[in-house]
């Protein structure tokens, strides 16, 4: 493992820890290593209503740039149906349950995975 592959790894883990801690469901990570230049993990999770998926979104930009990885973009917090956070090597998708399931990103970048998930 070299040392940009370490920090996305320690990156990764401490989305999943913040999610972990804000009761995030079904949450899935992805490792996109080799099948795209733009990050080397995708995080998806649930929140069980608008207001948990952007309250997941706050703490995971705040606990981001106090870990020392830098400022979070974050997209799609006036509804709070889907909020992407770009942490840069980890790109994090928040759902409502009914969204994640019509858009399926599963299916998409990991599709054993999503296969798995179903059965």
């Known amino acids: 493992m070299n040392a940009k592959q370490a920090v996305a790894s320690k990156l990764r883990d401490l989305v999943q820890t913040s999610l972990s801690d804000d009761k995030a469901e079904d949450v899935v990570s992805i490792d996109l290593s080799g099948k795209t230049s733009f ?24 606990r981001i740039k106090e870990a020392g990885f830098g400022i979070a973009q974050i997209e799609g917090k006036a509804n709070c149906d889907w909020v992407l956070v770009d942490a840069g090597d980890v790109i994090v998708h928040l759902f409502r ?4 399931d019509f858009y399926n990103l599963e299916k998409i970048w990991a599709p054993n995975a999503a296969k798995e998930m179903t059965n």
């Open 39 to 62: 990050a080397d993990y995708m995080i998806i999770a649930n929140g069980r209503s608008s207001r948990q998926v952007g309250a997941m979104a706050e703490h995971l930009k705040d």
């Open 97 to 100: 349950p009914e969204v994640r």
